[in-house]
């Protein structure tokens, strides 16, 4: 074919495909394959061999670069999408750029635009953003939401955090929750002779009717170096504190009682009504007894001896206040620590996400309550 080509009078490719009934395609490879280092024609085997071996070094090369880019890139996958872009732009000169996009999970079109715009002035990111708000909402709780509450208020404000986020911020803004101390409270006098109620609630603590199931308890703090008393009414269809009291002794009268007629002048009970607490002499003294017993719509329930666990709504209540209140004051007057207990109640009953109900606070789920009920009688 090439001494063809090569006479005095060479033939042209068309003259020679004519004669031969060959493609010119054909004759232009054998050509060009004849202009090669080893001046010889290859065989259709050879070259898809010499094919295979070329693509099968492009892949070892492509996986020792993508194995580099792990080994130098693996501590910054779980960085911010900045971190990464960082990175990338560091070894661009090492590495291809779209191979290391692919092993940083980033687009390509992402980081080209990260890398036009970065030294632009832009408003603040979004993470300083989300720590700002982090830092508000805990500051707003008092200091004692975690990272579970903070990420639920967001999701109210339409902000999608993972909780797993929320920690990290809140690590980075060396902020937490505030821990309870272990604590055992213990004022509960039932060596008494009167008489004790069945466990009438027997650890149902669910409700859907507002004035249906209350529980109560009594716990104490010290007030200018003398035991004062707070006794609190709960009801457990929403979790709101319909009534509570301090007192500077322990009588029925000034604890349970008073208590009581505070609570039913704030909200109505039902015809079936349970009052539940444990079995303290306050709760079944005559007093009491003969209250509960002269109205027909109440039934009067009472925790098994030694189970703290039949009125666990009540004392996890007294934990909450005593951690998240309580325990960080140091009381010198009934007045302010009155007023310091009234403020943190109002805000458990009005701002603070509690997870039993859905995270939604104690005013939001009565309002859900009255509200199904009212459409019910519509």
Same mark, same amino acid.
């Given at each position: 074919?090439?001494?063809?080509?090569?006479?005095?009078?060479?033939?042209?490719?068309?003259?020679?495909?004519? +004669?031969?009934?060959?493609?010119?395609?054909?004759?232009?490879?054998?050509?060009?394959?004849?202009?090669? +280092?080893?001046?010889?024609?290859?065989?259709?085997?050879?070259? $898809?061999? +010499?094919?295979?071996?070329? #693509?099968?070094?492009?892949?070892?090369? @492509?996986?020792?670069?993508?194995?580099?880019?792990?080994?130098?890139?693996?501590?910054?996958?779980?960085?911010?999408?900045?971190?990464?872009?960082?990175?990338?732009?560091?070894?661009?000169?090492?590495?291809?750029?779209?191979?290391?996009?692919?092993?940083?999970?980033? %687009?390509?079109?992402?980081? *080209?635009?990260?890398?036009? &715009?970065?030294?632009?002035?832009?408003?603040?990111?979004?993470?300083?953003?989300?720590?700002?708000?982090?830092?508000?909402?805990?500051?707003?709780?008092?200091?004692?939401?975690?990272?579970?509450?903070?990420?639920?208020?967001?999701?109210?404000?339409?902000?999608?955090?993972?909780?797993?986020?929320?920690?990290?911020?809140?690590?980075?803004?060396?902020?937490?929750?505030?821990?309870?101390?272990?604590?055992?409270? =213990?004022? &509960? @006098?039932?060596?008494?002779?009167?008489?004790?109620?069945?466990?009438?609630?027997?650890?149902?603590?669910?409700?859907?009717?507002?004035?249906?199931?209350?529980?109560?308890?009594?716990?104490?703090?010290?007030?200018?170096?003398?035991?004062?008393?707070? &006794?609190?009414?709960?009801?457990? $269809? @929403?979790?709101?504190?319909? #009534?509570?009291?301090?007192?500077? @002794?322990?009588?029925?009268?000034?604890?349970?009682?008073?208590?009581?007629?505070? #609570?039913?002048?704030?909200?109505?009970?039902?015809?079936?009504?349970?009052?539940? %607490?444990?079995?303290?002499?306050?709760? $079944?003294?005559?007093?009491?007894?003969?209250?509960?017993?002269?109205?027909?719509?109440?039934?009067?329930?009472?925790?098994?001896?030694?189970?703290?666990?039949?009125?666990?709504?009540?004392?996890?209540?007294?934990?909450?206040?005593?951690?998240?209140? &309580? =325990?960080?004051?140091?009381?010198?007057?009934?007045?302010?620590?009155?007023?310091?207990? +009234?403020? *943190?109640?109002?805000?458990?009953?009005?701002?603070?996400?509690?997870?039993?109900?859905?995270?939604?606070?104690? $005013?939001?789920?009565?309002?859900?309550?009255?509200?199904?009920?009212?459409?019910?009688?519509?």
């Amino acid at each position: 074919m090439v001494d063809l080509l090569s006479l005095d009078e060479p033939k042209s490719v068309e003259e020679i495909c004519e +004669e031969y009934n060959l493609k010119k395609a054909t004759v232009y490879r054998w050509l060009k394959e004849f202009k090669t +280092e080893t001046g010889a024609f290859k065989d259709e085997s050879i070259l $898809a061999y +010499e094919k295979e071996i070329k #693509a099968l070094k492009k892949q070892l090369k @492509d996986a020792q670069e993508e194995r580099d880019n792990l080994k130098k890139g693996s501590k910054h996958l779980l960085r911010e999408r900045q971190i990464r872009y960082e990175f990338i732009k560091r070894n661009s000169k090492t590495y291809v750029v779209e191979k290391m996009c692919k092993c940083m999970e980033v %687009s390509v079109n992402s980081y *080209y635009n990260w890398l036009r &715009t970065k030294d632009k002035l832009k408003p603040k990111s979004k993470t300083s953003f989300y720590k700002k708000r982090i830092q508000q909402v805990w500051e707003a709780s008092r200091k004692t939401y975690g990272s579970i509450r903070i990420q639920k208020q967001q999701e109210r404000e339409g902000v999608i955090l993972h909780r797993s986020y929320v920690a990290y911020l809140m690590k980075q803004l060396k902020i937490k929750s505030i821990h309870p101390k272990k604590f055992r409270v =213990n004022t &509960t @006098d039932s060596n008494h002779h009167f008489p004790i109620t069945k466990n009438i609630l027997n650890r149902n603590f669910d409700s859907t009717e507002l004035g249906e199931k209350w529980v109560s308890d009594i716990t104490y703090i010290q007030i200018a170096g003398k035991w004062n008393y707070v &006794t609190t009414i709960l009801d457990l $269809a @929403d979790r709101k504190i319909v #009534a509570w009291t301090l007192s500077d @002794d322990m009588t029925t009268e000034n604890t349970v009682y008073k208590t009581w007629l505070k #609570a039913i002048q704030i909200r109505q009970i039902t015809l079936n009504h349970v009052f539940h %607490s444990d079995r303290g002499v306050q709760y $079944a003294s005559n007093k009491m007894k003969n209250l509960f017993t002269s109205n027909l719509k109440i039934t009067q329930s009472m925790s098994r001896k030694g189970n703290c666990w039949d009125n666990a709504v009540a004392e996890s209540f007294f934990k909450t206040l005593k951690y998240e209140c &309580t =325990n960080r004051y140091v009381f010198k007057s009934r007045l302010f620590a009155h007023k310091i207990i +009234e403020n *943190y109640i109002n805000w458990y009953n009005y701002e603070r996400l509690h997870s039993s109900i859905g995270y939604l606070t104690p $005013a939001e789920m009565e309002l859900k309550i009255r509200m199904k009920k009212y459409k019910k009688v519509a």
